[in-house]
């Protein structure tokens, strides 16, 4: 199964006549431009700013009500008459109060930013009535205070975002993408049923608030059993491995505010069920609980980070970025219980905060990222960075919004991904092991694995960056891209505004890191502000005085650049030095490929890709090429050889059972009534 | 034997310095003396010239020690060294090279090729000597040209 990028480069190609000819390379492998989006109305102007005034609006209220259960001022509240039977408890734990807020943070900009994308990109009348229920469920998931309104809220979230990725579905790429979305997070959900309705089951609630008082009782298999479901089915949600695969095809295929509200949002909300049921509900319990959360979270964000280096397709490389992070944070997150386990309470309390710090920078950052992505496919049509380029003369506004989404994302300081890289790193470095084997061996390899994650996250955004929008256009739609709605670049900048807060002053995040970390079992002694001081240990950062040094370094240049000014003589604009030649054109520029091409290399045993050179030599000798062709392909690993052999069984299994299915209509109900009789059967005798 | 023995074991070869010659009406380029920095373009040699100024920025005779210096790119570049005559195919890669040289700079036209045009001066592949084409601000005439020569013509504009 071939996912995504076939680059064909024939030798027979006529090159490009002229400079003025629009440069058509490598050939239009990309479905849009294949094939234009198809020629539906734009939805009206009222339908528009509806949809986007109301997921405004309902993220202005999980703003207000994360920041009220932050202080302590909700109660939990039960509606019976609103689903039957078993009614909705509504219950904002300090911690879904942080969760209530990422998501009031993420909807915001994008219920601004979808009024322009949904006229240039012609979104359903059905996609904007859906996109604000997708983020009140969201919202409702967070807010969840048992277990059955938590499974209500999580299908609805899971069946809104389906229909949402599913909007395009005329293109030949989205079904498949919505077919593996719907498989993989169905899968997961019924994982987390499972898990859920023993946990409820043991412990003879379904109040959350209740299960975590007797949680403590419950056998320890029952805990482990729960746990381990639970990380699988909130893994799949969260983007980890091994079920990450609807990740890189559902977020490219998907309209934009939705990719944004599912890479941002909804992705964390795998990650909250980690953190709720791991470390809230079940309390740390045995160390190798951490240890395959640890595990899990390493490898994925090495696979993530690994595949977005070499992916080509911009939303694809933001996509497996995203795995890259929620591996991040699950390595937090791992390294808090596994500590917490081992009795250093603070140290994990450190870890604990930096796991839910990176949740909100990487919901501000791959936001505006997925949100620049979306406009610039919106004006050029295109996706794919080989085809790029040159963007910053033409949309400078969306480059320089793309390019704080970059810093943030590569974790370099003065981005929003900084300071909780560092706290992550920070709180594996003071993680003193004393006659611990198992301390002793896994914190330096995870320190080597978040290292090799961080320094190729850096290679990943200075590739998407550079070659998708500096030197020059590539392809006709980038030489000449539409310009980029007000409201895009409206919703775009209000979520750069919460990248550059959180970068330089992520002490605002303190207070609702501190309440929400109350909440966690890794805190024995009571917290102060954490991030202003790190608890038991002797490190300091401070963003704000790296960006004022910054900036006063940047004047002194300035200052000492135009000393002497008048002496000089006037610059001039010259001609691109091309070691004396004439006509540089952009087929002489890096493109993603070949700007991965190293790293492919040197992971060529992980990544597995598929290159080769295929000649056609001319019949009447060997020595005459008729016709040349390289393919490049890149495949998910993982999926090509984890997903085809489980597959493979799904449709042999599928074969026999086949075998029942005559046709026969007196066979079927036969079926029923066996199957009738067995159950009743089987609950005569249970209950004797 | 290690790098460092084999160091100490050869010493300096270059050869002592001459006297200095007299200064060249030229000015440096930078308006500040005792450095020069050079892009070479052969523009159409038969490498003798070439060969000569490999020689000249070797150990023998370190031209380098005078203050002028080799470099990659034009754009680092005060002067354009010269050798050959203009062919042809080279003429727009020269002008683009000169264009690519801030100002001010100097030209200096290497060999007799390069001066006059020298035995390929009416070529059919030929447009013209350097002078002709681009124009010299020093010329050092020879076929090849003595690295002494060279080394003079360096050293006048570097004043070293």
């Known amino acids: 199964m071939i996912t995504d990028v076939s680059t064909v480069i024939g030798a027979g190609t006529t090159p490009p006549a002229g400079a003025a000819a629009p440069f058509t390379y490598p050939p239009a492998t990309h479905l849009w431009a294949a094939e234009p989006p198809t020629p539906a109305a734009a939805p009206s102007f009222l339908a528009r700013v509806l949809s986007g005034a109301a997921t405004v609006a309902i993220g202005a209220t999980g703003i207000a009500a994360g920041t009220a259960a932050m202080i302590g001022a909700l109660h939990p509240v039960t509606l019976d008459w609103a689903v039957p039977l078993v009614g909705v408890d509504l219950d904002l734990t300090p911690l879904g109060g942080l969760f209530a807020l990422l998501i009031g943070i993420v909807a915001i900009p994008v219920g601004i930013y979808t009024v322009g994308y949904a006229r240039t990109q012609h979104m359903g009348r059905f996609s904007l009535t859906v996109l604000p229920i997708f983020v009140a469920a969201m919202l409702l998931v967070s807010a969840a205070g048992s277990v059955p309104t938590f499974l209500f809220a999580w299908e609805l979230m899971a069946a809104t975002s389906l229909v949402l990725v599913w909007a395009d579905h005329r293109r030949p790429a989205v079904p498949q993408a919505g077919v593996f979305y719907a498989v993989l997070t169905q899968l997961g959900f019924m994982l987390i049923l499972l898990a859920l309705v023993l946990l409820a089951a043991g412990a003879g609630t379904d109040n959350f608030a209740d299960i975590a008082a007797l949680a403590d009782t419950l056998p320890g298999w029952t805990r482990s059993t729960v746990f381990v479901l639970t990380l699988i089915g909130f893994g799949s949600k969260a983007g980890l491995l091994p079920l990450h695969a609807w990740l890189p095809r559902a977020h490219p295929e998907a309209p934009s505010p939705v990719s944004a509200l599912m890479s941002g949002a909804m992705v964390a909300l795998g990650a909250y069920g980690l953190a709720r049921i ?96 979306g406009a610039v496919l919106a004006s050029t049509g295109e996706r794919d960075l080989d085809r790029m380029g040159g963007l910053v003369h033409r949309i400078p506004a969306t480059t320089v919004l793309f390019g704080i989404a970059a810093l943030g994302a590569s974790g370099l300081p003065l981005g929003a991904g900084f300071v909780s890289e560092w706290l992550l790193l920070q709180s594996l470095i003071h993680s003193p092991t004393p006659n611990d084997p198992l301390l002793a061996l896994a914190v330096p390899m995870t320190v080597g694995a978040v290292a090799l994650t961080t320094g190729l996250g850096v290679v990943v955004m200075v590739k998407a960056f550079g070659v998708g929008f500096l030197a020059r256009p590539r392809s006709a739609g980038a030489a000449d891209p539409l310009p980029v709605p007000r409201s895009m670049l409206a919703g775009m900048s209000v979520i750069a505004a919460a990248c550059v807060v959180l970068a330089v002053a992520p002490v605002v995040m303190s207070p609702a890191l501190t309440s929400a970390l109350r909440g966690l079992r890794v805190n024995a002694a009571p917290l102060g502000p954490v991030l202003l001081r790190l608890p038991g240990v002797a490190g300091t950062v401070a963003p704000a005085v790296l960006g004022a040094g910054l900036l006063i370094a940047v004047l002194l240049v300035v200052l000492i650049s135009r000393h002497g000014i008048r002496t000089r003589p006037k610059p001039v604009t010259s001609p691109l030095w091309a070691c004396g030649a004439d006509g540089l054109t952009p087929r002489m520029q890096y493109t993603a490929t070949s700007f991965a091409e190293p790293l492919q290399r040197v992971f060529d045993g992980v990544l597995r890709p598929d290159t080769g050179l295929e000649l056609d030599r001319h019949p009447g000798s060997q020595y005459v090429i008729a016709h040349a062709a390289y393919r490049a392909r890149q495949r998910d690993v993982i999926e090509e050889h984890g997903y085809t052999p489980v597959l493979r069984a799904v449709r042999a299994l599928a074969q026999v059972v086949r075998r029942a299915h005559t046709g026969s209509l007196h066979l079927y109900l036969a079926y029923g009534g066996a199957g009738l009789l067995t159950v009743l059967i089987v609950s005569l005798v249970a209950s004797r | 034997m290690g790098w460092l023995t084999r160091i100490r074991r050869i010493g300096r070869i270059a050869e002592p310095a001459p006297a200095k010659p007299a200064p060249s009406v030229v000015l440096p380029p930078t308006g500040r003396k005792r450095s020069l920095q050079i892009r070479y373009v052969d523009a159409g040699s038969c490498d003798g010239c070439a060969i000569e100024i490999g020689a000249v920025f070797g150990p023998v005779y370190d031209a380098e020690r005078y203050g002028a210096r080799l470099v990659a790119s034009p754009r680092h570049a005060d002067a354009l060294m010269v050798t050959g005559v203009v062919t042809r195919n080279m003429e727009q890669p020269l002008r683009n090279t000169l264009a690519a040289i801030p100002e001010p700079r100097i030209i200096i036209a290497v060999g007799d090729c390069a001066c006059t045009g020298g035995i390929f001066a009416d070529g059919y592949g030929v447009v013209g000597s350097v002078r002709d084409v681009i124009g010299a601000d020093i010329e050092v005439p020879g076929c090849p040209p003595r690295p002494e020569d060279i080394i003079a013509a360096l050293r006048s504009v570097t004043g070293r």
């Open chain 1, 278 to 373: 791991g470390l809230q509900l079940l309390g740390p319990g045995p160390r190798w609980w951490g240890l395959c959360l640890l595990a899990i979270g390493a490898a994925s964000a090495l696979f993530g980070v690994l595949s977005a280096s070499v992916a080509t397709d911009l939303k694809r490389l933001l996509a497996y970025s995203t795995t890259e992070n929620m591996g991040l944070v699950a390595v937090g997150l791992g390294v808090a219980m596994l500590l917490a386990s081992s009795g250093r309470i603070q140290i994990a309390a450190i870890a604990a905060t930096a796991a839910l710090l990176h949740l909100v920078a990487h919901a501000a950052f791959k936001t505006l990222g997925f949100l620049s992505a």
